[in-house]
T-cell receptor, first 113, second 114 residues
């Protein structure tokens, strides 16, 4: 069974205190790993897609990396506006036009001023 | 701007009542999805549809029904058979042949049983 586990469940940082979020997965046939940001009461917003081990993507203070078993979302010098829940998802099947994603339960990040 | 519109934003259901959540997209995406989100849990797939007049059950389809009569629309009905419907419901769509973005999500509907 495909599984995606995110840790920690919640993380509180001081503004400027860098850290990393983890997404570990056990799937057969990874076709892509996705990171999303979700603000309270809103739908997830796309951040990154990673396809192969060793790949890295960056966007402002965020950097995502991928190994064969896990992905990290590194947050450098975070600001309060980075506070959100960060979701990881893996794509393991492509059936016709449907691309099925399996989601982790998310890491709730709070950045204190 | 293209996107996915979910309505209503908040919905209250009485015991034994069926309610329908709306999802409309103008992205010209073929595939559409319904997910349920509960606190502390990941998104769980309810139903998905690849083309008009076709849909497939996801992991937690019991107590839900869908239709796909138009490419743009994928409404979800929460029936009285769903015993614990209070949750945040998310609709999404995806582009065939372009996996880079995974899904595009709507802003969600929060359903509460009263």
């Amino acid at each position: 069974e495909d599984q995606v586990t995110q840790s920690p469940e919640a993380l509180r940082l001081q503004e400027g205190e860098s850290s990393s979020l983890n997404c570990s997965y056990t799937v057969s046939g990874l076709r892509g790993l996705f990171w999303y940001r979700q603000d309270p009461g809103k739908g997830p917003e796309f951040l990154f897609t990673l396809y192969s081990a060793g790949e890295e993507k960056e966007k402002e203070r965020l950097k995502a990396t991928l190994t064969k078993k896990e992905s990290f979302l590194h947050i450098t010098a975070p600001k309060p506006e980075d506070s959100a829940t960060y979701l990881c998802a893996v794509q393991v099947r492509v059936s016709g036009s449907a691309r099925q994603l399996t989601f982790g339960s998310g890491t709730q990040l709070t950045v204190l001023p | 701007d293209g996107g996915i519109t979910q309505s209503p934003k908040y919905l209250f259901r009485k015991e034994g009542q069926n309610v329908t959540l709306s999802c409309e997209q103008n992205l010209n995406h073929d595939a559409m999805y319904w997910y349920r989100q509960d606190p502390g849990q990941g998104l769980r797939l309810i139903y998905y549809s690849q083309i008009v007049n076709d849909f497939q059950k996801g992991d937690i389809a019991e107590g839900y029904s869908v239709s796909r009569e138009k490419k743009e629309s994928f409404p979800l009905t929460v029936t009285s058979a769903q015993k614990n419907p209070t949750a945040f419901y998310l609709c999404a769509s995806s582009v065939p042949g372009r996996a880079n973005y995974g899904y595009t999500f709507g802003s969600g509907t929060r359903l509460t049983v009263v």
